[in-house]
């Protein structure tokens, strides 16, 4: 009792928003996996990384957390949901119980792989580690842009590259692939591919006049 | 406190990987590697709050490598999500068991 006591009065506000957020964090990343529809499933992923986010401030790294807002809650999962929005994806979900033999075993393996890292977690001696004295400017953008642009820099051009060949591959894989040989059929032969005109007479209205 | 984050950062990532096992969902599949990701992301950070100490290393060489993560979650997402589109396109579905031309 006594030892519980003065675990819960060595706890501070951090450690109790650091514990409020991580509850967050796994309850909507486990609605990612279990919600049948992708929609939610996106909406719960908005929220893991909006409790990720808050995890990263208490964690000091403030320009990560403003990062993650930006760049996850407000353009991956905005891709996503655009993309379920134009697939009009009703559910695939009730073909899911087909494959029950899968999930049973899919489900132990990923918790061995949970317990297998827990316990090197646990018998390892990180706990001995403390946390690096508290500056004003830890996690703040300039001491980022100092690693980045100077003993980091090779990996921040490729990592641009990397997204240049995306932005190129995402653009060709998405746009509708061009009909050549119809295109070429209709610049040879225009002409003859065209309805012929009406009689006429039939475009002629009766129109009755009193 | 170090080992607290790690642990949740490890409870995500196997729930990333369940995800990814037994979701039929392509873009749900996504969704769980996103999961995985960000996990990764919580360890560097984590460590580079704790591991400061260790000599010769910058404490924030662990948010220059989230970072990068970011980057390659988002060509990732980007480049996987045009793919479904075509896929979408061309075979009309979105479920990972009829998509298996390339299967045995």
Same mark, same amino acid.
């Given at each position: 009792?006594? *030892?519980?006591?003065? =675990?819960?009065?060595?706890? *501070?506000?951090?450690? =109790?928003?650091?514990?409020l957020f991580a509850i967050v964090a796994i309850a909507s990343?486990?609605?990612?996996? %279990?919600?049948?529809?992708?929609?939610?499933?996106?909406?719960?992923?908005?929220f893991?990384?909006?409790s990720?986010?808050?995890?990263?401030?208490?964690?000091?790294?403030?320009?990560?957390?403003?990062?993650?807002?930006?760049? =996850?809650?407000?353009?991956?999962?905005?891709?996503?949901?655009?993309?379920? %929005?134009?697939?009009?994806?009703?559910?695939?979900? !009730?073909?899911?119980?087909? #494959?029950?033999?899968?999930? #049973?075993?899919?489900?132990? !393996?990923?918790?061995?792989?949970?317990?297998?890292?827990?316990?090197?977690?646990?018998?390892?001696?990180?706990?001995?580690?403390?946390? @690096?004295? $508290? !500056?004003?400017?830890?996690?703040?953008?300039?001491?980022?842009?100092?690693?980045? #642009?100077?003993? =980091?820099?090779?990996?921040?051009?490729?990592?641009?590259?990397?997204? %240049? %060949?995306?932005?190129?591959?995402?653009?060709?894989?998405?746009?509708?692939?061009?009909?050549?040989?119809?295109?070429?059929?209709?610049?040879?032969?225009?002409? &003859?591919?065209? $309805?012929?005109?009406? &009689?006429?007479?039939?475009?002629?209205?009766?129109?009755?006049? @009193? | 406190?170090?080992?607290?984050?790690?642990?949740?950062?490890?409870?995500?990532? +196997?729930?990333?990987? +369940?995800?990814?096992?037994?979701?039929?969902?392509?873009?749900?599949?996504?969704?769980?590697?996103?999961?995985?990701?960000?996990? /990764?992301?919580?360890?560097?950070? /984590?460590?580079?709050?704790?591991? /400061?100490?260790?000599?010769?290393?910058?404490?924030?060489?662990?948010?220059?490598?989230?970072?990068?993560?970011?980057?390659? +979650?988002? /060509?990732?997402?980007?480049?996987?999500?045009?793919?479904?589109?075509?896929?979408?396109?061309?075979?009309?579905?979105?479920?990972?068991?009829?998509?298996?031309?390339?299967?045995?």
């Amino acid at each position: 009792m006594d *030892t519980i006591t003065s =675990y819960l009065s060595s706890l *501070t506000a951090e450690h =109790y928003f650091f514990f409020l957020f991580a509850i967050v964090a796994i309850a909507s990343s486990l609605e990612v996996v %279990m919600q049948r529809s992708p929609l939610y499933s996106a909406i719960a992923l908005v929220f893991t990384m909006a409790s990720l986010a808050a995890n990263f401030v208490l964690l000091k790294a403030q320009f990560l957390a403003a990062i993650q807002i930006i760049v =996850y809650a407000g353009a991956i999962i905005v891709l996503f949901v655009f993309v379920i %929005m134009l697939l009009n994806v009703r559910a695939e979900e !009730s073909r899911l119980d087909r #494959f029950g033999a899968l999930r #049973f075993i899919a489900v132990p !393996s990923a918790l061995v792989l949970f317990l297998g890292a827990f316990a090197a977690i646990r018998f390892s001696n990180l706990d001995t580690l403390s946390p @690096s004295p $508290a !500056s004003a400017a830890a996690g703040t953008t300039e001491r980022i842009a100092e690693l980045m #642009f100077t003993k =980091y820099l090779l990996p921040f051009e490729a990592a641009s590259v990397l997204i %240049m %060949m995306a932005i190129v591959g995402a653009l060709v894989l998405a746009s509708r692939a061009r009909d050549v040989e119809a295109e070429m059929a209709a610049i040879e032969a225009p002409a &003859e591919s065209e $309805a012929p005109l009406p &009689e006429p007479e039939d475009r002629l209205e009766e129109v009755e006049v @009193s | 406190m170090l080992t607290t984050v790690l642990t949740i950062s490890g409870l995500m990532f +196997a729930l990333g990987v +369940a995800g990814v096992l037994t979701r039929r969902n392509i873009i749900v599949i996504f969704m769980a590697i996103e999961l995985i990701l960000n996990a /990764a992301n919580l360890n560097f950070v /984590a460590f580079s709050r704790y591991w /400061a100490s260790i000599g010769g290393i910058s404490p924030h060489t662990g948010e220059v490598f989230a970072v990068f993560v970011m980057v390659v +979650a988002a /060509a990732e997402a980007a480049v996987g999500l045009g793919l479904v589109i075509a896929l979408y396109r061309n075979r009309g579905t979105v479920s990972v068991d009829d998509i298996d031309l390339l299967k045995w």
